[in-house]
């Protein structure tokens, strides 16, 4: 049994079943790798247009940006030359990275020193402080994009990497906090962008460690296993600073998160609200402006008591009542929370209008596979049905549209009226609407008003 369900696992989760030549993946990872000719312009380019969706709080341009930016190349190239023990496809791709980096920033300062919208916006804000998730993200996001890189037939699995993983954001915000003078909005930008390249390129190499792909051989054993050496203690150095950025930004977001549910359970009291929440994880300190109804004494040492149920036993916990206590950074949380709920609001918003989209868009290809009225103009009309209805004088043709819930022209009615010298007999009359359902295509109801002459 157990013989059974590991051979199901391994039939299920194959990967050399669909993996190319690995002749072919090494062409792709080397051709990925230079920033020179195309690459460069595209790169240019793609700098360009992200800084314009920063700069204008534009998530569609922004994730364009991401679509075309060709940075993965040499991150991958790092991963798969530590993966094969080449020390040279390694320097070639930390030689790459570090020239599309400083032009990115280059680039993307000059942008923001010569736009006149100097405003941070809330997609900028969004890349100045990196999170647990990621590192998560640049981990799976790294880990699937190498297994789709070295599949035969390449999906959109490079493309979702690359929106996932979000490399050229914050290199762009970056050169906004440089261009700017903000070097809190650079310096976490950076770090933000530093994660995401480190752990793609571990990604990448364990994943193509996995993968049956022939390693590099060398003439000299001793320089082959000088090499192999030197690779390892690269992929140490490079693994170790991300494993301590992870636990860094794990326990980060964990104080984070702990202190925002004590201000929130602690502080929103009746007629006390809080206006502003300061928590700086590396120093350990909360700082909470309250308005409304002052708390006593007792009140705060009573909420300082309850530091260690929430795991802020060491925390700093300082709190300032009234707004005359307003300073200016508390000026700056609050236009970062406004700007905070301004991009959530804008992502539902985003939301409604695709589903109402897709449902129109539904609707309107449910509704042209219905036929329309097949019906001529009055005057033709009225020719046809005075050749077998001669008493017909007059005809007046029209369509009444019933709400339905599937479809507008699947209750579409037409209603035909008649003036008569005489009043049609009850047969005829059937024969007639008969007549003139099918003349309408058959598919709709027709209801027919006959009016005698006077």
Same mark, same amino acid.
């Given at each position: #049994?157990?013989?059974?369900?590991? &051979?199901?696992?391994? /039939? !299920?989760?194959?990967?050399?079943? +669909?993996?190319?030549? $690995?002749?072919?993946? !090494?062409? +792709?990872?080397?051709? @990925? *790798?230079?920033?020179? @000719? /195309?690459?460069?312009?595209? =790169?240019?380019?793609?700098?360009?247009?992200?800084?314009? %969706?920063?700069?204008?709080?534009? /998530?569609?341009?922004?994730? %364009?940006? #991401?679509? *075309?930016? $060709?940075? #993965? %190349? $040499?991150?991958? @190239?790092? %991963?798969? @030359?530590?993966?094969? =023990?080449?020390l040279a496809l390694i320097r070639r791709g930390l030689k790459n990275l570090l020239t599309a980096t400083v032009l990115s920033l280059a680039v993307s300062a000059l942008y923001f020193k010569l736009t006149p919208l100097t405003d941070a916006g809330s997609e900028l804000l969004a890349r100045t402080q990196p999170s647990t998730w990621d590192v998560l993200i640049a981990l799976f996001g790294g880990a699937a994009g190498a297994i789709g890189l070295t599949r035969r037939e390449h999906s959109n699995v490079i493309p979702g990497v690359a929106i996932a993983t979000a490399l050229m954001p914050p290199l762009c915000t970056a050169g906004y906090g440089l261009a700017t003078a903000h070097w809190d909005y650079f310096g976490g930008a950076l770090y933000l962008f530093s994660i995401n390249c480190v752990f793609i390129s571990v990604a990448t190499f364990l994943v193509i460690q996995i993968l049956p792909l022939p390693k590099y051989d060398y003439e000299n054993d001793r320089r082959g296993r000088r090499v192999r050496l030197t690779i390892w203690a690269l992929a140490l150095l490079t693994a170790a600073p991300s494993v301590y950025l992870a636990i860094n930004i794990v326990r980060s977001g964990t104080f984070t998160h702990n202190a925002q549910r004590f201000v929130e359970e602690q502080f929103n009291l009746p007629g006390t609200y809080v206006v502003t929440s300061r928590i700086v994880p590396g120093a350990h300190t909360i700082n909470v402006l309250l308005a409304g109804q002052r708390l006593t004494p007792a009140q705060l040492r009573a909420a300082r008591a309850q530091l $260690?149920?929430? !795991? =802020?036993?060491?925390? #700093?916990? /300082?709190? &300032?009542?009234? =707004?005359? !206590?307003? +300073?200016s950074s508390d000026a700056q949380a609050l236009r970062t929370s406004m700007l905070e709920d301004l991009r959530s609001r804008d992502e539902r918003t985003l939301v409604s209008y695709e589903g109402r989209l897709a449902q129109l868009q539904q609707l309107i290809a449910h509704s042209d596979s219905v036929a329309a009225p097949r019906l001529p103009a009055p005057g033709t009309l009225l020719r046809e049905v005075q050749a077998e209805h001669p008493t017909v004088r007059q005809l007046g043709l029209s369509y009444l549209v019933q709400a339905a819930t599937d479809s507008l022209r699947a209750d579409t009615t037409v209603v035909v009226t008649l003036r008569v010298r005489r009043p049609l007999p009850p047969a005829e009359t059937q024969r007639l609407t008969a007549w003139l359902r099918v003349r309408a295509g058959g598919q709709h109801p027709v209801q027919l008003l006959a009016t005698p002459m006077p």
């Open positions: #049994m157990l013989a059974t369900v590991i &051979r199901f696992l391994r /039939t !299920r989760f194959l990967l050399t079943e +669909d993996m190319a030549d $690995p002749a072919e993946i !090494r062409a +792709d990872v080397e051709a @990925g *790798i230079p920033f020179q @000719g /195309t690459n460069l312009w595209v =790169l240019i380019f793609a700098i360009l247009v992200a800084s314009v %969706g920063l700069n204008v709080n534009s /998530t569609a341009v922004i994730i %364009g940006a #991401m679509l *075309i930016s $060709p940075l #993965m %190349g $040499p991150i991958v @190239g790092i %991963g798969y @030359g530590a993966a094969t =023990l080449e $260690p149920e929430y !795991r =802020l036993a060491e925390s #700093m916990l /300082t709190v &300032r009542q009234g =707004l005359t !206590r307003l +300073d």
